[in-house]
Structures are given as C-alpha cells and as structure tokens.
C-alpha cells in the first residue's frame, strides 16, 4: 500500500517536500477493525491546521504520521459485524490507498445507486453540513436580507449561497477571477458575484448591498473581512467558519491594532459574531443527509467537483487549493 507523511512543518505556505510518498505493509485486521481500500480522497483547507504543531481544535498531524483525512472506501475485509465486504462507506482513512480503522470509526454507509458517492466528502458531507449548520445555527438568514460569503465556488460558500436562496436571502457571493465568478451567478444561481481581486472590490461590494449586510458567512478573513466590515447592519450575524486567507501567515500583518475599532463596532452594531466547528451542532446531520439529498435530487443545490487522479498528486492539489487554484470541491481518486 502506498501512503502519504508529514515530512517537516511548514513555514508560511507549504511545499511538495514538507510531505513524503511511502510504501508500506498493510497489518492484518483485528477483531472489530476493517480493512478499506480508498477510492476517494477529500482535500480540506483545515488540513493545514494539522500540518502546524500546538493546539488547536484537533490534535496535530505528528512528523511521520499519515497525513489526516476524510474518505470514500471499499470494505474489502471486516472484523466488524456492522460491515460487509463490498460495501461503500464513508471513512476518515487519511492520505493512503488502503488502511486498517476501527469498523465503530466509520460514520455512513453509501448506496452507489444513489447519489454520486464523492458527494459524501463535499455538498452532501462534511462542508455541506458546514454551510447547513453555520446558517441554521447563527446565520439565520430570513426572508428578504442579505447574506454575503466568499470561496464562493467551493463546497463551502456554494452551499452558502443556495441554502440563503432557499430561505428567501439574497446571496452575494465572492470568488477569485471571472470564470468562478461566472460560475457562481450563472451556475449557482447567487444575485450577485463578485472579484476579490478587482482592485475596486471594496466599491464594488457595496454597490452590491444597498441595504447593508444581514449575515456575513466568514470563510477567508484577509482583505474581503474588511471589504464587510463597514457594511454590516445592526444585529447582523457573522458565523465564523474559516479563514484561508491566513492560515499560511507566520506573522499578525503590519499597521495599526484595529482591535478597539473592531469591538467598538460588534457593540454599536449589536453583531453576533460566533466561531464555530461543523461537530458542533451534529445533532443536525440526520435532518441534513435527508433535506440536502433531496435539494439535490431536485436540482435546487447545484456543486461542482475539481477531480486530481492519484495519490502522488495530493500534495501538490492541496497547496494549490490554499492559494484558490482549485475550482469546486477538491477531490483525489484513487485506484482505477
Ligand atoms: P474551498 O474549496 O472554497 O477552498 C478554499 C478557497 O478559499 C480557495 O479556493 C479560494 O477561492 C479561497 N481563498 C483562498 N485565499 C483567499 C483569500 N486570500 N481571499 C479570499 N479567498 C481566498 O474550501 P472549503 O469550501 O472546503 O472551505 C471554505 C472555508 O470553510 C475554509 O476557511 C475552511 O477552513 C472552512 N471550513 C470550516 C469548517 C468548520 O467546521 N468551521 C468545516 C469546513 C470548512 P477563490 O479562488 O474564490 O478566492
């Protein structure tokens, strides 16, 4: 079996030699374990948080270590009375093509005649709960308000803007060039969508929210946090959900301590303002897996996938995504 280690930590962005490529014998299962053989990997932005040493919501990846992730698997063998051999379920095996896991560790089973089974890992898995949850939970978008949010074209953001829509919200959507940007009004279906990297941008959004900004789904941080910033009306709702503009900073940026302005305004403005994990609301997932199933079967929420072939591929895909190189949820396939 082939796999895929933290080599060092990274300084700043990563690079293709802070992971390694090995081969490895696979153990054999033990009673209650599975043995899976992965067919698809899911790439993630908090991967990186992982690659760093010290504390964060979840342990690091140690050097060494098989790098961390979520992944659609065969069972090939099983120790577990739960599972077949045949059947498709959704994992969290890591950066490898086989791995040996605990058979209570596996969290769905998935019919292959159903839905494609990589949606599991984006729309219909982890980052689709994401954009479910952060919006029922703290967004709240009602009828008629607007919800702003950026990576627009990713898992994330997409699902973002089509649940707003479905909730009656006008959804303005924030992507990197024209052809996300094209992609995320045209294909997605959001009122508007915008260039972060217009040097007008700032302009530009508020031209596209005349009557302020209702919910403010944060993704990124960096420049479009202070594009939102003057724009958020009272009692707006900002769920914190990720900020992939600075997880390769090694340093706070230069300039003044904008702190005091910041809370000076969560106060003047009444701003909810709430960090929060997927997990944290999983009492959610059920009612998620049944209602974005049939979103999906009636084409109200529309995904795109950005497919790498191969395992060896993994790192180089997973670098690029930080920068926005990838266009739709970033998948490896593995095997033939
Ligand atoms: P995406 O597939 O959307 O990939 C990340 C995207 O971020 C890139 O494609 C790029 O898109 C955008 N981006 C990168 N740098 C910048 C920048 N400086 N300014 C603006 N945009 C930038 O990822 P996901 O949909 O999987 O994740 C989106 C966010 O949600 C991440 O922050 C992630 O960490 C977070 N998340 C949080 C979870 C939680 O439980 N709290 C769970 C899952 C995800 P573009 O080219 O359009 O700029």
Same mark, same amino acid.
């Given at each position: 079996?082939? $796999? ?31 043995? +899976? ?5 899911? +790439?993630?932005?908090? =991967? ?51 791995? !040996? ?5 596996? $969290? ?17 898995? =982890? ?32 699902? /973002?803007?089509? !649940? ?5 919200? #006008?959804?303005?959507? &924030? ?37 302020? !900004? ?16 003057? @724009?958020?009306?009272?009692?707006? $709702? ?23 302005? +910041? ?18 609301? &999983? ?5 998620? /897996? ?5 979103? @999906?079967?009636?084409?109200?929420? $529309?995904? #795109? ?13 997973? &670098? ?17």
């Amino acid at each position: 079996a082939t $796999r895929i280690v933290l080599a060092s930590r990274p300084e700043g962005a990563p690079t293709t030699d802070d992971f390694r490529v090995e081969t490895f014998q696979l153990p054999t299962p033990r009673n209650g374990q599975v043995l +899976l053989r992965n067919r698809w990997l899911s +790439l993630d932005p908090y =991967m990186r948080g992982r690659m760093n040493a010290g504390r964060s919501y979840a342990a690091p990846v140690e050097i060494g270590e098989v790098m961390d992730g979520g992944t659609i698997s065969e069972v090939v063998e099983s120790l577990h009375p739960a599972w077949s051999p045949g059947d498709l379920v959704l994992a969290h095996a890591g950066w490898q093509t086989h791995a !040996i896991v605990d058979g209570e560790s596996l $969290r769905r089973k998935l019919d292959p005649a159903g839905l494609p089974v990589q949606t599991a890992l984006g729309v219909h898995g =982890m980052p689709g709960f994401t954009a479910y949850a952060g919006l029922h939970e703290i967004g709240k978008p009602q009828h008629g308000e607007t919800v702003v949010v950026a990576a627009a074209s990713g898992p994330v953001g997409a699902t /973002v803007g089509q !649940i707003a829509k479905l909730h009656g919200a #006008r959804a303005v959507g &924030i992507a990197g060039g024209p052809d996300k940007v094209a992609h995320v009004r045209d294909e997605l279906g959001f009122d508007v969508a915008l260039d972060h990297r217009a040097d007008d941008f700032a302009q530009q959004l508020e031209a596209a929210c005349p009557g302020g !900004i209702d919910v403010y789904f944060e993704n990124v941080g960096g420049k479009v946090f202070d594009a939102v910033l003057p @724009l958020l009306n009272d009692f707006a $709702r900002v769920p914190v959900c990720g900020l992939v503009a600075h997880y390769n900073d090694t340093a706070p940026p230069a300039g003044p301590d904008r702190v005091p302005q +910041l809370m000076g305004l969560i106060l003047s403005r009444h701003l909810t303002v709430r960090g929060f994990i997927q997990r944290d609301f &999983i009492a959610l997932y059920p009612e998620f /897996v049944r209602e974005m199933a049939q979103w @999906l079967r009636d084409g109200r929420v $529309r995904y #795109r996938e950005d497919v790498v072939q191969g395992l060896e591929n993994a790192p180089e895909a997973f &670098i690029g995504m930080l920068a926005g190189k990838n266009f739709g949820k970033l998948l490896v396939k593995l095997g033939g």
